[in-house]
């Protein structure tokens, strides 16, 4: 079936530094790709999301760009704050059966002045 | 454009007990999803409705049942509840079913069993 697999975390940097997360998946066809981020004690947020391959997603700084050949949706930022501090949830719509999400597990990132 | 809201934000439930949570879905949005995130995990498909029938369910016993009104708000309930039940809940609206279409999520409900 289709899965989400995203790099253990936490993730833990310095202000300004470069930040990638790696996401990969297995899907049926052509799905879309999000990026979601979840602050501590709230729901999820969108963040970005590529709805064919090629397509780059970019918003607050961070960008993602569907790779169909490597299967990939890794997210960058150039520079990370203190407040990108989340955990982020790399997810895909499955087109098999229910339209639905299926979600990596996360990956905390922890970013410190 | 109010966004997806659900209630309660906190619920506390002892085991064999029964739950209802509810989700207001955002404007303009005809379809809800409910997904059960444990800690540390990433959020689980429970359900999903349209135009007030179910659309689809994943991985989750029958205790676990939900209805959409007529105005495309949602209820889940969960029956006997048990230990692992414990999660927060999310709900999130879209507006059209069988497409590709961005889900918006509440900020969940965050039930504990005990």
């Known amino acids: 079936g289709d899965s989400v697999t995203q790099m253990e975390g936490p993730v833990t940097l310095s202000e300004e530094a470069f930040l990638t997360i790696n996401c990969t998946y297995t899907a049926t066809g052509y799905p879309s790709l999000f990026w979601y981020v979840q602050y501590p004690g709230e729901g999820l947020q969108l963040l970005l999301k590529a709805t064919k391959a090629d397509d780059k997603g970019s918003n607050k700084g961070f960008e993602a760009t569907y790779r169909k050949e490597t299967t990939s949706f890794h997210l960058e930022k150039g520079s990370v704050q203190v407040s990108d501090s989340a955990v982020y949830f790399c997810?895909?719509?499955?087109?098999?059966?229910?339209?639905?999400?299926?979600f990596g597990t996360g990956t905390r990132l922890k970013v410190l002045a | 454009e109010t966004g997806v809201t659900q209630s309660p934000t906190h619920l506390i439930k002892t085991r064999g007990q029964q739950v209802t949570l509810r989700c207001s879905s955002q404007?303009?949005?005809?379809?809800v999803s409910w997904y059960q995130q444990a800690l540390g995990q990433g959020p689980q498909f429970i359900f999903q409705?349209?135009?007030?029938?179910?659309?689809g369910r994943g991985n989750f016993p029958p205790r676990f049942s939900g209805l959409q009104f007529p105005n495309y708000s949602s209820e889940l309930n969960v029956n006997a509840l048990e230990l692992d039940d414990s999660a927060l809940y999310l709900c999130?609206?879209?507006?059209?079913?069988?497409?590709?279409?961005?889900?918006?999520f509440g900020p969940g409900t965050r039930l504990t069993v005990l």
């Open positions: 997810a895909l719509t499955s087109l098999s059966g229910t339209y639905k999400y299926i």
């Open positions: 404007s303009g949005h005809n379809t």
């Open positions: 999130a609206s879209s507006s059209a079913e069988g497409s590709t279409d961005t889900q918006y």
């Open positions: 409705y349209y135009r007030e029938e179910e659309n």
